[in-house]
Protein backbone atom coordinates (compact mmCIF):
# COMPACT_ATOMS: atom_id res chain seq x y z
CA UNK A 1 0.00 0.00 0.00
CA UNK A 2 1.23 3.53 -0.64
CA UNK A 3 1.13 6.13 1.57
CA UNK A 4 -1.21 8.76 0.89
CA UNK A 5 1.56 12.18 0.23
CA UNK A 6 1.72 14.36 -2.39
CA UNK A 7 4.27 13.42 -5.27
CA UNK A 8 5.92 16.85 -6.13
CA UNK A 9 9.25 16.52 -7.84
CA UNK A 10 12.56 18.32 -5.84
CA UNK A 11 13.29 20.40 -8.40
CA UNK A 12 16.10 22.49 -8.45
CA UNK A 13 13.80 25.84 -9.38
CA UNK A 14 11.64 24.80 -5.91
CA UNK A 15 14.47 26.54 -3.73
CA UNK A 16 15.04 29.53 -6.30
CA UNK A 17 11.22 29.93 -5.42
CA UNK A 18 11.49 29.46 -2.21
CA UNK A 19 14.40 32.05 -1.44
CA UNK A 20 12.42 34.33 -3.83
CA UNK A 21 8.93 34.01 -1.77
CA UNK A 22 10.95 33.92 1.84
CA UNK A 23 14.18 35.47 1.76
CA UNK A 24 13.70 38.03 -0.93
CA UNK A 25 15.19 40.97 0.70
CA UNK A 26 18.76 38.55 1.47
CA UNK A 27 21.41 40.19 0.11
CA UNK A 28 23.83 38.54 -2.75
CA UNK A 29 27.71 40.49 -3.05
CA UNK A 30 29.93 39.53 -5.81
CA UNK A 31 33.35 40.59 -6.43
CA UNK A 32 32.91 40.21 -10.29
CA UNK A 33 35.58 41.31 -13.50
CA UNK A 34 33.43 44.81 -13.93
CA UNK A 35 32.43 45.71 -10.54
CA UNK A 36 34.35 44.98 -7.41
CA UNK A 37 31.79 44.81 -4.95
CA UNK A 38 27.84 43.98 -6.93
CA UNK A 39 25.27 44.15 -4.80
CA UNK A 40 21.85 42.84 -4.79
CA UNK A 41 19.17 40.29 -3.37
CA UNK A 42 17.89 37.09 -3.87
CA UNK A 43 14.35 39.17 -5.09
CA UNK A 44 16.37 40.57 -7.72
CA UNK A 45 18.72 36.76 -8.68
CA UNK A 46 15.52 34.75 -8.98
CA UNK A 47 13.87 36.99 -11.32
CA UNK A 48 16.82 37.41 -13.33
CA UNK A 49 17.47 33.41 -13.62
CA UNK A 50 13.77 33.31 -14.87
CA UNK A 51 14.68 35.60 -17.64
CA UNK A 52 17.85 33.52 -18.51
CA UNK A 53 15.53 30.10 -18.84
CA UNK A 54 13.58 32.21 -21.23
CA UNK A 55 16.49 33.22 -23.48
CA UNK A 56 17.72 30.07 -23.18
CA UNK A 57 14.68 28.11 -24.77
CA UNK A 58 14.65 30.59 -27.58
CA UNK A 59 17.75 28.92 -28.84
CA UNK A 60 16.17 25.79 -29.82
CA UNK A 61 17.59 23.31 -27.22
CA UNK A 62 16.69 20.36 -26.43
CA UNK A 63 15.65 19.57 -22.48
CA UNK A 64 19.29 17.45 -21.46
CA UNK A 65 21.51 19.59 -23.62
CA UNK A 66 24.63 20.78 -21.57
CA UNK A 67 25.29 24.59 -21.46
CA UNK A 68 29.40 24.89 -19.96
CA UNK A 69 29.89 27.66 -17.61
CA UNK A 70 33.85 28.81 -17.16
CA UNK A 71 33.62 31.10 -14.79
CA UNK A 72 34.33 32.64 -10.68
CA UNK A 73 32.02 32.54 -8.10
CA UNK A 74 29.70 35.79 -8.75
CA UNK A 75 25.66 36.97 -8.99
CA UNK A 76 25.68 35.72 -12.68
CA UNK A 77 27.01 32.50 -12.45
CA UNK A 78 25.00 31.63 -9.38
CA UNK A 79 21.41 32.87 -11.64
CA UNK A 80 23.22 30.35 -14.75
CA UNK A 81 23.13 27.44 -11.90
CA UNK A 82 19.29 28.25 -11.23
CA UNK A 83 18.36 29.61 -15.46
CA UNK A 84 19.79 26.42 -16.86
CA UNK A 85 18.83 23.95 -14.19
CA UNK A 86 15.64 25.36 -13.72
CA UNK A 87 14.66 25.20 -17.47
CA UNK A 88 15.37 21.52 -17.65
CA UNK A 89 19.26 21.96 -19.13
CA UNK A 90 22.39 20.44 -17.66
CA UNK A 91 24.85 23.28 -16.36
CA UNK A 92 28.18 22.02 -16.70
CA UNK A 93 30.71 23.64 -14.89
CA UNK A 94 34.00 23.90 -16.04
CA UNK A 95 37.46 24.56 -13.95
CA UNK A 96 39.58 26.95 -15.95
CA UNK A 97 42.63 25.63 -14.51
CA UNK A 98 42.69 22.49 -16.07
CA UNK A 99 45.50 21.90 -18.82
CA UNK A 100 43.90 23.14 -22.34
CA UNK A 101 44.32 19.62 -23.89
CA UNK A 102 41.44 18.61 -20.45
CA UNK A 103 39.28 21.32 -21.67
CA UNK A 104 38.90 20.40 -25.07
CA UNK A 105 38.40 16.66 -24.23
CA UNK A 106 35.58 17.83 -21.29
CA UNK A 107 34.17 20.50 -24.02
CA UNK A 108 33.68 18.08 -26.32
CA UNK A 109 33.17 14.71 -24.32
CA UNK A 110 29.93 16.87 -22.94
CA UNK A 111 29.14 18.10 -26.43
CA UNK A 112 28.39 21.44 -24.68
CA UNK A 113 26.24 23.65 -27.24
CA UNK A 114 26.75 27.02 -25.30
CA UNK A 115 29.47 27.86 -23.30
CA UNK A 116 29.37 31.24 -20.75
CA UNK A 117 32.18 32.59 -19.92
CA UNK A 118 33.70 35.44 -17.45
CA UNK A 119 35.90 37.98 -19.81
CA UNK A 120 38.51 36.73 -18.35
CA UNK A 121 38.63 33.19 -20.20
CA UNK A 122 37.53 34.89 -23.58
CA UNK A 123 41.34 34.46 -24.94
CA UNK A 124 41.60 31.13 -23.68
CA UNK A 125 38.51 29.62 -25.30
CA UNK A 126 39.61 31.81 -28.71
CA UNK A 127 42.80 29.80 -28.46
CA UNK A 128 40.62 26.22 -27.66
CA UNK A 129 38.38 26.88 -30.99
CA UNK A 130 39.40 25.11 -33.67
CA UNK A 131 39.23 22.12 -31.33
CA UNK A 132 35.90 22.73 -30.38
CA UNK A 133 33.86 22.98 -33.05
CA UNK A 134 30.34 22.29 -31.70
CA UNK A 135 29.98 24.84 -29.38
CA UNK A 136 27.42 26.53 -31.38
CA UNK A 137 27.57 29.99 -29.81
CA UNK A 138 29.27 31.82 -26.54
CA UNK A 139 27.38 34.40 -23.41
CA UNK A 140 30.15 36.63 -22.03
CA UNK A 141 29.14 37.21 -18.28
CA UNK A 142 29.37 41.30 -18.31
CA UNK A 143 27.04 43.86 -19.59
CA UNK A 144 27.63 46.02 -23.16
CA UNK A 145 29.73 48.09 -21.87
CA UNK A 146 32.68 45.42 -20.98
CA UNK A 147 31.61 43.46 -24.08
CA UNK A 148 35.20 42.80 -25.60
CA UNK A 149 36.20 42.45 -29.40
CA UNK A 150 36.28 38.39 -29.95
CA UNK A 151 36.53 35.81 -32.29
CA UNK A 152 34.41 33.38 -30.62
CA UNK A 153 31.26 33.23 -32.84
CA UNK A 154 27.86 34.06 -31.87
CA UNK A 155 29.00 36.06 -28.72
CA UNK A 156 26.22 37.33 -27.03
CA UNK A 157 26.29 39.67 -23.78
CA UNK A 158 24.95 38.06 -21.05
CA UNK A 159 22.98 41.18 -19.70
CA UNK A 160 21.74 42.10 -23.58
CA UNK A 161 20.93 38.18 -23.85
CA UNK A 162 18.42 38.53 -21.00
CA UNK A 163 17.38 42.14 -21.00
CA UNK A 164 14.37 41.42 -23.20
CA UNK A 165 12.77 38.56 -21.01
CA UNK A 166 9.93 38.35 -19.05
CA UNK A 167 10.54 37.86 -15.35
CA UNK A 168 7.17 35.74 -15.40
CA UNK A 169 8.74 32.85 -16.65
CA UNK A 170 7.21 29.61 -15.83
CA UNK A 171 9.20 26.72 -14.77
CA UNK A 172 8.74 23.73 -16.41
CA UNK A 173 7.87 20.59 -13.88
CA UNK A 174 9.34 17.08 -14.93
CA UNK A 175 10.74 14.00 -13.12
CA UNK A 176 12.59 14.96 -10.57
CA UNK A 177 15.46 12.76 -11.67
CA UNK A 178 16.13 14.73 -14.60
CA UNK A 179 19.70 15.70 -15.44
CA UNK A 180 20.58 18.88 -14.01
CA UNK A 181 24.40 19.33 -13.66
CA UNK A 182 27.55 17.82 -14.64
CA UNK A 183 31.21 17.97 -13.50
CA UNK A 184 34.09 15.90 -14.44
CA UNK A 185 36.70 14.79 -12.23
CA UNK A 186 40.43 16.74 -12.58
CA UNK A 187 41.62 13.47 -12.05
CA UNK A 188 45.69 12.68 -12.05
CA UNK A 189 45.21 9.98 -14.43
CA UNK A 190 43.60 8.91 -17.30
CA UNK A 191 40.96 11.13 -19.10
CA UNK A 192 38.61 13.28 -16.62
CA UNK A 193 35.28 11.63 -15.62
CA UNK A 194 31.83 13.37 -15.86
CA UNK A 195 29.66 13.40 -12.89
CA UNK A 196 26.15 13.51 -13.78
CA UNK A 197 23.80 15.57 -10.82
CA UNK A 198 19.97 15.15 -10.52
CA UNK A 199 17.49 17.10 -9.27
CA UNK A 200 16.38 14.90 -6.76
CA UNK A 201 20.29 14.12 -5.49
CA UNK A 202 20.80 17.95 -5.40
CA UNK A 203 17.46 18.88 -3.36
CA UNK A 204 18.72 16.08 -0.64
CA UNK A 205 21.91 17.10 -0.75
CA UNK A 206 21.53 20.52 0.10
CA UNK A 207 18.83 19.53 2.81
CA UNK A 208 21.76 17.34 4.50
CA UNK A 209 24.11 19.98 4.08
CA UNK A 210 21.77 22.50 6.20
CA UNK A 211 21.33 20.37 9.32
CA UNK A 212 22.90 21.40 12.75
CA UNK A 213 25.28 18.72 12.76
CA UNK A 214 26.79 19.61 8.96
CA UNK A 215 26.84 22.86 8.34
CA UNK A 216 24.48 24.13 10.63
CA UNK A 217 23.11 26.82 8.39
CA UNK A 218 20.16 29.33 8.73
CA UNK A 219 18.80 32.95 7.24
CA UNK A 220 20.74 34.42 9.93
CA UNK A 221 23.84 33.34 8.37
CA UNK A 222 26.59 35.47 6.38
CA UNK A 223 28.35 32.60 3.70
CA UNK A 224 31.62 32.89 2.13
CA UNK A 225 32.06 29.95 -0.50
CA UNK A 226 36.15 29.75 -1.49
CA UNK A 227 35.11 26.96 -2.81
CA UNK A 228 34.70 27.66 -6.89
CA UNK A 229 31.48 27.43 -8.33
CA UNK A 230 32.90 25.79 -10.96
CA UNK A 231 33.96 22.45 -8.80
CA UNK A 232 31.35 19.96 -7.76
CA UNK A 233 28.65 22.83 -7.35
CA UNK A 234 30.54 24.65 -4.25
CA UNK A 235 29.72 22.13 -1.76
CA UNK A 236 25.85 22.82 -3.07
CA UNK A 237 26.31 26.80 -1.48
CA UNK A 238 24.34 28.09 -4.32
CA UNK A 239 21.17 25.78 -2.99
CA UNK A 240 21.72 25.22 0.65
CA UNK A 241 22.36 29.07 1.10
CA UNK A 242 18.81 29.83 -0.95
CA UNK A 243 16.86 27.00 0.89
CA UNK A 244 17.75 28.58 4.27
CA UNK A 245 18.01 32.82 2.77
CA UNK A 246 21.65 32.68 4.40
CA UNK A 247 23.47 36.40 3.15
CA UNK A 248 25.74 34.73 0.05
CA UNK A 249 29.25 36.46 -0.37
CA UNK A 250 31.18 35.67 -3.03
CA UNK A 251 34.76 36.76 -3.89
CA UNK A 252 34.84 36.43 -7.71
CA UNK A 253 38.70 36.21 -8.89
CA UNK A 254 39.76 37.10 -5.95
CA UNK A 255 40.01 33.20 -4.33
CA UNK A 256 43.55 33.22 -3.33
CA UNK A 257 44.16 36.16 -2.51
CA UNK A 258 44.33 36.68 1.77
CA UNK A 259 43.81 40.10 2.21
CA UNK A 260 41.22 40.66 -0.42
CA UNK A 261 39.46 37.55 1.63
CA UNK A 262 39.91 39.14 4.82
CA UNK A 263 38.38 42.63 3.82
CA UNK A 264 35.28 40.98 2.48
CA UNK A 265 34.95 38.83 5.67
CA UNK A 266 35.28 42.15 7.70
CA UNK A 267 33.00 44.17 5.82
CA UNK A 268 29.96 41.87 4.83
CA UNK A 269 30.05 40.28 8.34
CA UNK A 270 31.00 36.56 7.04
CA UNK A 271 30.44 34.50 9.89
CA UNK A 272 30.87 30.85 7.90
CA UNK A 273 33.71 30.53 5.18
CA UNK A 274 34.65 27.51 3.30
CA UNK A 275 37.21 26.33 1.19
CA UNK A 276 40.03 23.95 0.79
CA UNK A 277 42.80 23.88 3.14
CA UNK A 278 45.12 25.50 0.83
CA UNK A 279 42.99 28.80 0.27
CA UNK A 280 43.21 29.47 4.16
CA UNK A 281 47.14 29.09 4.58
CA UNK A 282 46.95 32.55 2.28
CA UNK A 283 44.24 33.58 4.37
CA UNK A 284 45.99 33.07 8.13
CA UNK A 285 49.33 33.82 6.43
CA UNK A 286 47.85 37.83 5.80
CA UNK A 287 46.29 37.80 9.28
CA UNK A 288 49.43 36.92 10.87
CA UNK A 289 51.70 39.59 8.77
CA UNK A 290 49.54 42.35 9.49
CA UNK A 291 48.04 41.35 12.72
CA UNK A 292 44.79 41.16 12.18
CA UNK A 293 41.60 39.07 13.64
CA UNK A 294 38.84 37.33 11.92
CA UNK A 295 36.22 38.88 14.44
CA UNK A 296 32.84 37.59 12.75
CA UNK A 297 34.16 34.51 11.62
CA UNK A 298 32.69 31.98 13.66
CA UNK A 299 33.11 28.66 11.67
CA UNK A 300 35.23 27.16 8.74
CA UNK A 301 34.34 24.44 6.65
CA UNK A 302 37.26 22.68 5.62
CA UNK A 303 37.30 19.91 3.32
CA UNK A 304 38.44 18.52 0.11
CA UNK A 305 42.43 17.77 1.42
CA UNK A 306 43.12 17.07 5.25
CA UNK A 307 43.33 19.44 7.30
CA UNK A 308 46.25 19.62 8.67
CA UNK A 309 45.80 20.24 12.77
CA UNK A 310 47.74 23.34 13.00
CA UNK A 311 45.37 25.39 10.98
CA UNK A 312 43.11 23.85 13.14
CA UNK A 313 44.68 25.12 16.14
CA UNK A 314 45.17 28.54 14.94
CA UNK A 315 41.51 28.82 13.59
CA UNK A 316 40.75 28.37 17.04
CA UNK A 317 43.23 29.67 19.39
CA UNK A 318 43.55 33.16 17.24
CA UNK A 319 40.56 33.77 15.46
CA UNK A 320 38.38 31.91 17.83
CA UNK A 321 37.05 30.06 14.44
CA UNK A 322 35.75 26.43 15.13
CA UNK A 323 37.23 24.25 12.49
CA UNK A 324 34.03 21.74 10.64
CA UNK A 325 36.53 19.43 8.55
CA UNK A 326 34.46 17.83 5.68
CA UNK A 327 34.82 14.73 3.46
CA UNK A 328 33.75 14.26 -0.21
CA UNK A 329 34.38 14.03 -3.60
CA UNK A 330 33.02 15.17 -7.27
CA UNK A 331 31.01 11.85 -7.01
CA UNK A 332 29.39 12.66 -3.78
CA UNK A 333 27.91 16.12 -5.02
CA UNK A 334 30.30 16.45 -2.73
CA UNK A 335 29.40 15.56 1.07
CA UNK A 336 30.04 12.16 2.62
CA UNK A 337 30.95 13.29 6.74
CA UNK A 338 31.47 16.47 8.76
CA UNK A 339 33.19 16.42 11.69
CA UNK A 340 30.81 18.44 14.60
CA UNK A 341 30.87 17.52 18.04
CA UNK A 342 28.39 14.63 19.58
CA UNK A 343 26.95 14.60 23.15
CA UNK A 344 29.08 12.63 25.64
CA UNK A 345 32.02 15.02 24.80
CA UNK A 346 31.25 17.67 26.67
CA UNK A 347 34.38 17.10 29.30
CA UNK A 348 37.03 16.70 26.16
CA UNK A 349 40.52 18.59 26.88
CA UNK A 350 41.10 21.16 24.32
CA UNK A 351 43.80 18.86 22.95
CA UNK A 352 41.65 16.00 22.63
CA UNK A 353 39.24 18.66 20.44
CA UNK A 354 41.65 19.06 18.43
CA UNK A 355 43.01 15.52 17.95
CA UNK A 356 38.85 14.44 16.95
CA UNK A 357 38.97 18.04 14.51
CA UNK A 358 41.86 16.20 12.56
CA UNK A 359 39.67 13.06 11.56
CA UNK A 360 37.37 13.89 8.21
CA UNK A 361 34.06 13.67 10.56
CA UNK A 362 31.19 11.47 10.97
CA UNK A 363 28.98 9.71 8.20
CA UNK A 364 25.74 12.64 7.47
CA UNK A 365 22.31 11.01 7.14
CA UNK A 366 22.32 9.88 3.35
CA UNK A 367 25.68 8.93 3.09
CA UNK A 368 26.07 5.13 3.93
CA UNK A 369 29.87 4.38 4.67
CA UNK A 370 31.89 1.17 5.32
CA UNK A 371 35.71 -0.15 4.60
CA UNK A 372 36.62 -3.09 3.15
CA UNK A 373 39.89 -4.99 3.19
CA UNK A 374 41.11 -6.93 -0.02
CA UNK A 375 39.02 -9.26 -0.38
CA UNK A 376 36.01 -7.04 -0.12
CA UNK A 377 35.29 -8.26 3.66
CA UNK A 378 33.73 -5.23 6.12
CA UNK A 379 36.11 -4.11 8.52
CA UNK A 380 35.68 -3.25 11.92
CA UNK A 381 34.32 0.80 13.22
CA UNK A 382 37.29 0.20 15.74
CA UNK A 383 39.63 3.43 14.83
CA UNK A 384 42.32 0.99 13.91
CA UNK A 385 41.25 -1.06 11.49
CA UNK A 386 41.91 0.67 7.66
CA UNK A 387 40.37 -0.26 4.37
CA UNK A 388 39.25 0.68 1.21
CA UNK A 389 36.22 3.54 1.99
CA UNK A 390 33.48 2.66 -0.14
CA UNK A 391 30.02 4.55 0.00
CA UNK A 392 25.95 4.78 -0.35
CA UNK A 393 23.57 7.38 -0.84
CA UNK A 394 20.98 8.84 -3.06
CA UNK A 395 23.57 11.66 -4.15
CA UNK A 396 26.24 9.21 -4.84
CA UNK A 397 26.83 8.93 -8.76
CA UNK A 398 25.19 5.57 -10.09
CA UNK A 399 28.41 5.78 -12.93
CA UNK A 400 30.29 8.27 -14.85
CA UNK A 401 28.85 10.21 -18.32
CA UNK A 402 29.02 8.13 -20.90
CA UNK A 403 31.27 4.96 -19.35
CA UNK A 404 28.32 2.64 -18.72
CA UNK A 405 30.48 0.58 -15.79
CA UNK A 406 33.80 0.58 -17.71
CA UNK A 407 35.13 2.74 -14.78
CA UNK A 408 34.99 -0.44 -12.51
CA UNK A 409 34.10 1.90 -9.45
CA UNK A 410 31.08 -0.02 -8.10
CA UNK A 411 30.86 -3.44 -6.46
CA UNK A 412 28.18 -5.89 -7.50
CA UNK A 413 26.33 -5.39 -4.27
CA UNK A 414 26.18 -1.22 -5.21
CA UNK A 415 28.49 0.73 -3.58
CA UNK A 416 30.70 3.09 -4.98
CA UNK A 417 34.49 2.47 -3.90
CA UNK A 418 36.41 6.03 -3.40
CA UNK A 419 39.71 4.88 -3.59
CA UNK A 420 40.43 6.28 -0.35
CA UNK A 421 41.78 4.55 2.93
CA UNK A 422 40.52 5.15 5.75
CA UNK A 423 39.42 3.88 9.20
CA UNK A 424 36.24 4.75 11.47
CA UNK A 425 36.40 4.72 15.18
CA UNK A 426 33.91 3.19 17.50
CA UNK A 427 31.83 6.25 17.44
CA UNK A 428 31.66 6.92 13.58
CA UNK A 429 34.58 9.28 13.21
CA UNK A 430 35.86 7.91 9.96
CA UNK A 431 39.76 9.22 9.45
CA UNK A 432 41.50 9.29 5.72
CA UNK A 433 44.61 7.38 6.12
CA UNK A 434 45.58 8.19 1.97
CA UNK A 435 44.18 7.61 -1.59
CA UNK A 436 44.58 4.01 -2.60
CA UNK A 437 47.51 4.57 -5.02
CA UNK A 438 49.38 7.09 -2.66
CA UNK A 439 49.87 4.46 0.22
CA UNK A 440 53.25 3.69 1.58
CA UNK A 441 54.29 0.08 1.58
CA UNK A 442 56.95 -0.10 4.20
CA UNK A 443 58.50 -4.62 4.57
CA UNK A 444 54.44 -5.07 4.01
CA UNK A 445 52.79 -2.41 6.33
CA UNK A 446 51.31 0.62 5.62
CA UNK A 447 52.35 3.96 6.58
CA UNK A 448 50.11 6.55 6.34
CA UNK A 449 51.04 9.69 4.52
CA UNK A 450 48.41 12.09 5.17
CA UNK A 451 49.41 11.92 9.17
CA UNK A 452 52.95 12.43 7.91
CA UNK A 453 52.01 15.54 6.19
CA UNK A 454 50.15 16.77 9.07
CA UNK A 455 52.88 16.29 11.61
CA UNK A 456 55.36 18.32 9.31
CA UNK A 457 53.15 20.90 8.97
CA UNK A 458 53.04 21.32 12.56
CA UNK A 459 56.74 23.07 11.74
CA UNK A 460 56.69 26.28 11.96
CA UNK A 461 59.49 26.27 8.95
CA UNK A 462 57.32 24.13 7.22
CA UNK A 463 54.50 25.99 4.85
CA UNK A 464 53.64 22.70 2.62
CA UNK A 465 54.57 18.98 3.02
CA UNK A 466 54.23 15.97 1.13
CA UNK A 467 55.52 12.52 2.09
CA UNK A 468 55.41 10.07 -1.06
CA UNK A 469 57.06 6.42 -1.02
CA UNK A 470 60.32 5.66 -2.44
CA UNK A 471 62.01 2.32 -3.93
CA UNK A 472 63.89 1.13 -0.75
CA UNK A 473 66.32 -1.85 -1.15
CA UNK A 474 65.23 -3.60 1.96
CA UNK A 475 61.62 -2.44 3.09
CA UNK A 476 60.30 -2.06 -0.11
CA UNK A 477 59.51 1.74 -0.09
CA UNK A 478 60.18 4.05 2.83
CA UNK A 479 58.85 7.54 3.06
CA UNK A 480 60.23 10.97 1.62
CA UNK A 481 59.20 14.12 3.01
CA UNK A 482 59.21 16.74 0.21
CA UNK A 483 58.90 20.28 1.65
CA UNK A 484 58.52 23.88 0.72
CA UNK A 485 60.16 25.64 4.13
CA UNK A 486 58.10 28.70 5.04
CA UNK A 487 59.45 32.51 3.84
CA UNK A 488 62.85 33.07 5.89
CA UNK A 489 62.95 29.85 7.25
CA UNK A 490 65.96 28.43 7.30
CA UNK A 491 65.80 24.70 8.55
CA UNK A 492 67.95 21.38 8.81
CA UNK A 493 66.87 17.72 7.57
CA UNK A 494 67.76 16.31 10.64
CA UNK A 495 66.16 18.55 12.60
CA UNK A 496 62.68 18.37 10.79
CA UNK A 497 63.00 14.49 11.57
CA UNK A 498 63.45 15.21 15.14
CA UNK A 499 60.76 16.74 14.85
CA UNK A 500 58.50 13.62 14.33
CA UNK A 501 59.70 11.89 17.15
CA UNK A 502 57.15 11.02 19.79
CA UNK A 503 54.67 12.46 17.50
CA UNK A 504 54.31 9.23 15.12
CA UNK A 505 55.59 5.48 15.63
CA UNK A 506 59.42 5.74 15.23
CA UNK A 507 59.58 3.34 12.08
CA UNK A 508 57.31 5.71 10.12
CA UNK A 509 59.65 8.40 10.20
CA UNK A 510 60.83 9.58 7.16
CA UNK A 511 64.06 8.25 5.78
CA UNK A 512 65.12 12.00 4.17
CA UNK A 513 63.50 15.33 3.56
CA UNK A 514 64.12 16.46 0.29
CA UNK A 515 63.59 20.45 -0.35
CA UNK A 516 61.81 22.04 -3.23
CA UNK A 517 60.54 25.92 -4.34
CA UNK A 518 57.19 24.55 -4.92
CA UNK A 519 54.96 21.31 -5.20
CA UNK A 520 52.67 20.19 -8.21
CA UNK A 521 49.35 20.99 -7.60
CA UNK A 522 46.32 19.84 -9.58
CA UNK A 523 43.45 21.97 -11.41
CA UNK A 524 41.40 21.73 -7.62
CA UNK A 525 44.54 22.54 -5.10
CA UNK A 526 45.83 18.73 -4.27
CA UNK A 527 49.12 17.87 -4.28
CA UNK A 528 49.88 16.00 -7.13
CA UNK A 529 51.52 13.30 -5.91
CA UNK A 530 51.76 11.12 -9.34
CA UNK A 531 53.75 13.68 -10.27
CA UNK A 532 56.01 14.14 -7.31
CA UNK A 533 56.84 10.21 -7.69
CA UNK A 534 57.79 10.71 -11.01
CA UNK A 535 60.03 13.50 -10.10
CA UNK A 536 61.83 11.83 -7.26
CA UNK A 537 61.18 8.24 -9.03
CA UNK A 538 65.64 8.06 -9.09
CA UNK A 539 65.66 9.49 -5.37
CA UNK A 540 68.59 7.62 -3.51
CA UNK A 541 67.52 7.27 0.02
CA UNK A 542 70.99 7.75 2.13
CA UNK A 543 72.01 4.35 4.13
P1 LIG B 1 37.44 15.84 -5.49
O1 LIG B 1 36.60 14.88 -6.21
O2 LIG B 1 38.32 16.65 -6.36
O3 LIG B 1 36.62 16.68 -4.56
O4 LIG B 1 38.45 15.01 -4.58
C1 LIG B 1 38.00 14.06 -3.67
C2 LIG B 1 39.15 13.52 -2.88
O5 LIG B 1 39.74 14.53 -2.07
C3 LIG B 1 38.77 12.44 -1.90
O6 LIG B 1 38.62 11.19 -2.50
C4 LIG B 1 39.94 12.49 -0.92
O7 LIG B 1 41.05 11.77 -1.40
C5 LIG B 1 40.29 13.96 -0.89
N1 LIG B 1 39.67 14.58 0.30
C6 LIG B 1 38.53 15.28 0.37
N2 LIG B 1 38.30 15.69 1.63
C7 LIG B 1 39.31 15.21 2.39
C8 LIG B 1 39.63 15.26 3.79
N3 LIG B 1 38.87 15.92 4.67
N4 LIG B 1 40.75 14.61 4.20
C9 LIG B 1 41.55 13.95 3.33
N5 LIG B 1 41.29 13.87 2.01
C10 LIG B 1 40.19 14.49 1.54
Known sequence: MHGLMMDTPLLISSIAEHAANFHGDREIVSVTMDNPRHRYTVGDAVPRARQLAGALDKLGLERGDRI???????????EIYYGVSGA???CHTINPRLFPEQLVFIINH??????CTDLMFVPLLEK?????PNVEGFVIMTDAAH??????????????????????YDWPQFDERTASALCYTSGTTGDPKGVLYDHRSTVLHAYAAVAPDVMN????????????????????????TFMTGAKLVMPGPKMGDGEALYELIKSENVNLALGVPTVWLALLQYCEQSGQVLQSLERTVIGGAAVPRAMIEQFRKVHDVQTIQGWGMTEMSPLGTANTPKAGQES??????????????????????????????????DGVAYGALQVRGPWICSDYYKLEGAAGTHTEDGWFDTGDVATIDPQGYMAITDRTKDVIKSGGEWISSIELENTAMGHPAVAEAAVIGVAHPKWTERPLLVIVAAEGQDIGKQELLDFFKGKVADWWIPNDVAFVDELPHTATGKIKKIELRRQFADYALPE
Open 348 to 381: FTEDQRFDLATKAGRGIYGCELRIVDDEGQVLPW
Open 68 to 78: ATIAWNDYRHL
Open 88 to 90: GYV
Open 147 to 168: MPDTSLPNAVCYETMIAGESTD
Open 128 to 132: LLPQI
Open 217 to 240: LSSCDVVLPVVPLFHVNAWGIPYS
Open 110 to 115: AEDRYI
